[in-house]
């Protein structure tokens, strides 16, 4: 067949009865374009121009005579508040500055078709190029809130094209304005399971064609089956949805060699779901997924490439085999732990093996890699994080990961099954041990009062990437061209907003749930998972778990989510706070952040004070100490006073802070990574070096001991579920432009007559706090920059030196309690 670029850009199923045909250019000409369907000679059926705004819908823009109109869908981007924030448009032909004080670029809304749109009509020549009587040339633009921030390009946009920094920018085609679209009604319904369909133009001899792609169509794809393994009456149920195959066959054996292989045809039992029955109890039985189908950019399907179910309860290894577990005879923990409620938690986040790995109790090589070990670590009556006092701990992710190698240190956000716990964490995985030993492990956390939050990743998968094996339109953000978009940073972005794919997340998360007894979930690279399946997954889990803590990391290489979740049961990291903090104990930064930030980012962030997550570190980048040690080379391994000093007052005001207190464990005794910026298979610099606890034991001690406090009768001035009134805290200034800052929490007495009294000098000079009428008459002193004595200090405390001033020593804080 001779084909020609200049006629077909592209033709897709719009449904099962209808498509979409693109031309490469406007159609012009009288009559319609000479198309067919697939080798024949038959005009497509009911072939008709489409509106302007179809093309609009998916590229930004249409053209209409002498006017470009930008154009949004609010439905494509779930993550903006745009009634709230408004939306403006930017690119060459504005500088890429829409000036947010003008509505020459703006916006307005308009309903069209029952949706909501945003549409801006500009003449052309203030946003084309011109070369004498024609328009040549692609004009690049974007789309941007009113609040600055800028809207990635929706994927599968046919219209992207990417500036010399990496940034996804649509541009304005000249010969594509929208008049080159037409619908067509198919000779034939949409058949998944059958050979390609295609579009020919025909015209004098010369043929041109171009196959049916899915389109948004197939992310409209459900099933009302079960998926994964199901045991009934003697029989085993096999299901996997693959909804463009054209064959799945089972692959089932007892021998890890394979050597008693048996294979099974699957049928279709839905337009997604396969299933293969197995007429005997295979319970513990091994097995494979082999899946084929019409291979092309958007679905690699290999016959040969054995599959990982992704609904397998365990797995030998990231590469599989899958093992076949009956649901029903999987042990479920005896009893139902209550974490404490949001406003009371104290979380510290770790890894499994970073805990274990120097945990000074007698444990085999082989337990000190996974869960028994840590689990026998927290059982010991030394147990680190027990000690340190905090009631949560958040574990960096434990589903199976891709790591090839049992010893082989990852930190696990390259995940390739999500219900199976991983297997380089248990003792004997081919026994499906990882499941009663992850189980264990919760347990003993339990035992000792702590939640158990698990990182999760539903952004991205690791390798190998079984789920582009099953269907790779379906499960994963694609550009025009079938290419994986790579908002996460890992290579692929996970398209959670299709129903099975919302569905595998969260059954696997209420698996997490009724399984092991987890508490909660932190949700990492949470804006590509997206609010509205946020938001879901929220009323779903808390049917499962009414208690069930949900903290998302809002953002990633594609936008920021914050701002959005404001409205939803879900906390959020604090980035603004992590960075804000490093720079205010450096001295760096004024006071007025600070009093955003210990008011638990209220009026902006966050909409009530535990929706906050205060923290400075977690495992990502360099650790605390390497980033504000003033060692030339960023190696904190040995601190000076001014790192030490400096730890002191952050966790100070971490402690005091609204919201909810993140530290990352070793903080408390000083830990150091050498210097290193990403240590994601550095074991040997992640595992925690419990020696550092005797050296650096003040530091130690001075943690425990602000957030003993943090969890006591006083500290229930800082753990407010509500937001509180007007008036609740009450802020001094220092003069002469010194970053100090007093608070004065329950000012207003809504809490009751009990008052605290907080301190902070990050200068490296005394400053002064202008005391007005405020009297510290009554008050106990009970801490400073090195000493916390609930009691009260009982050696050099501040003193008012003035009427109405408080002198605040260098690098110094302080707390009063009333």
Same mark, same amino acid.
């Given at each position: 067949?001779?084909?020609?670029?200049?006629?077909?850009?592209?033709?897709?199923?719009?449904?099962?009865?209808?498509?979409?045909?693109?031309?490469?250019?406007?159609?012009?000409?009288?009559?319609?374009?000479?198309?067919?369907?697939?080798?024949?000679?038959?005009?497509?059926?009911?072939?008709?121009?489409?509106?302007?705004?179809?093309?609009?819908?998916?590229?930004?823009?249409?053209?209409?005579?002498?006017?470009?109109?930008?154009?949004?869908?609010?439905?494509?981007?779930?993550?903006?508040?745009?009634?709230?924030?408004?939306?403006?448009?930017?690119?060459?032909?504005?500088?890429?500055?829409?000036?947010?004080?003008?509505?020459?670029?703006?916006?307005?809304?308009?309903?069209?078709?029952?949706?909501?749109?945003?549409?801006?009509?500009?003449?052309?020549?203030?946003?084309?190029?011109?070369?004498?009587?024609?328009?040549?040339?692609?004009?690049?633009?974007?789309?941007?809130?009113?609040?600055?921030?800028?809207?990635?390009?929706?994927?599968?946009?046919?219209?992207?094209?990417?500036?010399?920094?990496?940034?996804?920018?649509?541009?304005?085609?000249?010969?594509?304005?929208?008049?080159?679209?037409?619908?067509?009604?198919?000779?034939?319904?949409?058949?998944?399971?059958? $050979?390609?369909?295609?579009?020919?133009?025909?015209?004098?001899?010369?043929?041109?064609?171009?196959?049916?792609?899915?389109?948004?169509?197939?992310?409209?794809?459900?099933?009302?089956?079960?998926?994964?393994?199901?045991?009934?009456?003697?029989?085993?149920?096999?299901?996997?949805?693959?909804?463009?195959?054209?064959?799945?066959?089972?692959?089932?054996?007892?021998?890890?060699?394979?050597?008693?292989?048996?294979?099974?045809?699957?049928?279709?039992?839905?337009?997604?779901?396969?299933?293969?029955?197995?007429?005997?109890?295979?319970?513990?039985?091994?097995?494979?997924?082999?899946?084929?189908?019409?291979?092309?950019?958007?679905?690699?399907?290999?016959?040969?490439?054995?599959?990982?179910?992704?609904?397998?309860?365990?797995?030998?290894?990231?590469?599989?085999?899958?093992?076949?577990?009956?649901?029903?005879?999987?042990?479920?923990?005896?009893?139902?732990?209550?974490?404490?409620?949001?406003?009371?938690?104290?979380?510290?986040?770790?890894?499994?093996? &970073?805990?274990?790995?120097?945990?000074?109790?007698?444990?085999?090589?082989?337990?000190?890699?996974?869960?028994?070990?840590?689990?026998?670590?927290?059982?010991?009556?030394?147990?680190?994080?027990?000690?340190?006092?905090?009631?949560?701990?958040?574990?960096?992710?434990?589903?199976?990961?891709?790591?090839?190698?049992?010893?082989?240190?990852?930190?696990?956000? !390259?995940?390739?099954?999500?219900?199976?716990?991983?297997?380089?964490?248990?003792?004997?995985?081919?026994?499906?041990?990882?499941?009663?030993?992850?189980?264990?492990?919760?347990?003993?956390?339990?035992?000792?009062?702590?939640?158990?939050?698990?990182?999760?990743?539903?952004?991205?998968?690791?390798?190998?990437?079984?789920?582009?094996?099953?269907?790779?339109?379906?499960?994963?953000?694609?550009?025009?061209? $079938?290419?994986?978009?790579?908002?996460?940073?890992?290579?692929?972005?996970?398209?959670?907003?299709?129903? !099975?794919?919302?569905?595998? !997340?969260?059954?696997?998360?209420?698996?997490?749930?009724?399984?092991?007894?987890?508490?909660?979930?932190?949700?990492?690279?949470?804006?590509?998972?997206?609010?509205?399946?946020?938001?879901?997954?929220?009323?779903?889990?808390?049917?499962?778990?009414?208690?069930?803590?949900?903290?998302?990391?809002?953002?990633?290489?594609?936008?920021?989510?914050?701002?959005?979740?404001?409205?939803?049961?879900?906390?959020?990291?604090?980035?603004?706070?992590?960075?804000?903090?490093?720079?205010?104990?450096?001295?760096?930064?004024?006071?007025?952040?600070?009093?955003?930030?210990?008011?638990?980012?209220?009026?902006?962030?966050?909409?009530?004070?535990?929706?906050?997550?205060?923290?400075?570190?977690?495992?990502?980048?360099?650790?605390?100490? &390497?980033?504000?040690?003033?060692?030339?080379?960023?190696?904190?391994?040995?601190?000076?006073?001014?790192?030490?000093?400096?730890?002191?007052? !952050?966790?100070?005001?971490?402690?005091?802070?609204?919201?909810?207190?993140?530290?990352?464990?070793?903080?408390?005794?000083?830990?150091?990574?050498?210097?290193?910026?990403?240590?994601?298979?550095?074991?040997?610099?992640?595992?925690?070096?419990?020696?550092?606890?005797?050296?650096?034991?003040?530091?130690?001690?001075?943690?425990?001991?602000?957030?003993?406090?943090?969890?006591?009768?006083?500290?229930?001035?800082?753990?407010?579920?509500?937001?509180?009134?007007?008036?609740?805290?009450?802020?001094?200034?220092?003069?002469?432009?010194?970053?100090?800052?007093?608070?004065?929490?329950?000012?207003?007495?809504?809490?009751?007559?009990?008052?605290?009294?907080?301190?902070?000098?990050?200068?490296?000079?005394?400053?002064?706090?202008?005391?007005?009428?405020?009297?510290?008459?009554?008050?106990?002193?009970?801490?400073?920059?090195?000493?916390?004595?609930?009691?009260?200090?009982?050696?050099?405390?501040?003193?008012?030196?003035?009427?109405?001033?408080?002198?605040?020593?260098?690098?110094?804080?302080?707390?009063?309690?009333?």
């Amino acid at each position: 067949m001779t084909r020609n670029p200049h006629k077909i850009f592209s033709a897709r199923w719009t449904g099962p009865n209808s498509g979409l045909v693109s031309l490469t250019s406007d159609w012009t000409k009288a009559g319609l374009p000479p198309l067919c369907w697939d080798d024949t000679r038959e005009q497509l059926k009911d072939l008709r121009k489409a509106p302007p705004l179809v093309f609009g819908d998916a590229s930004g823009y249409y053209t209409q005579d002498a006017w470009v109109t930008f154009c949004i869908r609010a439905s494509r981007y779930p993550n903006f508040d745009l009634a709230r924030s408004g939306v403006y448009v930017a690119g060459e032909f504005n500088a890429w500055n829409p000036n947010f004080n003008s509505k020459a670029w703006r916006l307005e809304e308009a309903i069209i078709g029952g949706q909501d749109y945003y549409l801006l009509s500009v003449q052309k020549d203030l946003c084309m190029k011109k070369d004498g009587r024609d328009w040549r040339g692609k004009v690049a633009f974007k789309f941007v809130t009113g609040r600055g921030e800028w809207m990635e390009v929706p994927s599968g946009a046919p219209n992207v094209t990417q500036d010399e920094h990496g940034n996804h920018n649509l541009y304005i085609h000249p010969r594509r304005s929208g008049h080159h679209q037409f619908f067509f009604t198919p000779h034939e319904e949409l058949d998944p399971s059958a $050979g390609p369909s295609s579009v020919t133009w025909l015209e004098d001899g010369f043929r041109e064609g171009v196959l049916m792609m899915p389109g948004e169509y197939l992310h409209e794809v459900d099933s009302r089956y079960e998926q994964g393994v199901h045991f009934v009456s003697g029989n085993a149920l096999f299901r996997i949805f693959a909804p463009r195959a054209s064959a799945v066959t089972l692959s089932l054996f007892r021998k890890l060699d394979q050597s008693d292989r048996a294979l099974f045809d699957a049928v279709r039992i839905d337009p997604g779901t396969w299933e293969a029955v197995v007429p005997f109890d295979c319970h513990g039985a091994y097995y494979y997924y082999f899946i084929d189908g019409e291979r092309d950019a958007f679905s690699p399907f290999d016959p040969a490439f054995p599959i990982l179910d992704p609904y397998a309860l365990a797995c030998v290894g990231p590469t599989g085999p899958a093992i076949a577990l009956d649901k029903n005879r999987v042990k479920k923990p005896a009893a139902r732990f209550t974490p404490p409620s949001w406003h009371d938690l104290v979380i510290a986040e770790a890894h499994v093996r &970073d805990l274990a790995a120097n945990a000074p109790v007698k444990i085999s090589a082989d337990e000190r890699l996974g869960f028994t070990g840590l689990a026998k670590w927290v059982r010991s009556p030394d147990f680190y994080l027990s000690k340190l006092g905090v009631n949560a701990v958040e574990l960096q992710p434990v589903q199976q990961h891709d790591e090839p190698l049992k010893d082989g240190y990852h930190w696990g956000y !390259m995940t390739n099954n999500y219900f199976s716990p991983a297997s380089q964490y248990a003792l004997n995985p081919e026994k499906a041990s990882q499941i009663d030993e992850l189980r264990d492990l919760v347990a003993a956390f339990h035992e000792r009062g702590l939640a158990v939050i698990l990182d999760v990743v539903y952004n991205h998968v690791g390798e190998p990437n079984f789920l582009q094996y099953i269907d790779k339109h379906y499960y994963f953000d694609l550009s025009a061209e $079938g290419a994986f978009m790579n908002w996460s940073g890992c290579g692929n972005t996970l398209n959670c907003a299709t129903p !099975m794919a919302y569905k595998l !997340m969260e059954r696997s998360l209420a698996w997490f749930v009724e399984a092991f007894d987890v508490d909660g979930f932190r949700f990492d690279l949470a804006d590509l998972v997206g609010v509205e399946p946020l938001k879901k997954l929220e009323k779903d889990l808390k049917l499962v778990k009414p208690s069930i803590i949900l903290i998302a990391e809002p953002w990633s290489f594609k936008g920021h989510i914050g701002l959005a979740l404001k409205d939803s049961g879900l906390a959020s990291w604090n980035d603004g706070y992590r960075e804000y903090v490093r720079k205010y104990v450096l001295g760096q930064e004024n006071p007025d952040g600070l009093k955003y930030f210990i008011n638990g980012s209220l009026g902006h962030l966050s909409a009530w004070p535990a929706q906050s997550v205060n923290y400075v570190e977690s495992h990502d980048d360099m650790c605390w100490l &390497d980033r504000i040690t003033t060692n030339d080379d960023g190696d904190g391994t040995i601190p000076s006073c001014y790192d030490r000093r400096r730890t002191h007052l !952050m966790v100070a005001i971490l402690m005091m802070s609204l919201g909810i207190p993140m530290l990352s464990a070793g903080q408390d005794f000083l830990r150091s990574k050498g210097g290193q910026h990403n240590t994601y298979k550095r074991g040997d610099l992640n595992a925690l070096d419990y020696r550092r606890i005797r050296q650096f034991s003040g530091t130690h001690e001075y943690f425990r001991k602000w957030i003993g406090f943090r969890r006591s009768h006083f500290g229930r001035l800082l753990r407010l579920m509500d937001p509180p009134e007007d008036g609740y805290l009450r802020f001094f200034s220092a003069e002469n432009g010194c970053p100090a800052l007093g608070v004065l929490f329950n000012a207003n007495g809504e809490q009751g007559w009990e008052r605290l009294f907080f301190v902070v000098n990050p200068c490296g000079i005394p400053c002064s706090l202008d005391m007005g009428d405020f009297s510290l008459d009554g008050f106990t002193q009970v801490a400073d920059a090195e000493c916390f004595d609930l009691s009260g200090l009982k050696g050099a405390q501040l003193l008012r030196i003035q009427d109405c001033q408080l002198e605040i020593p260098a690098q110094n804080c302080a707390l009063w309690v009333l």
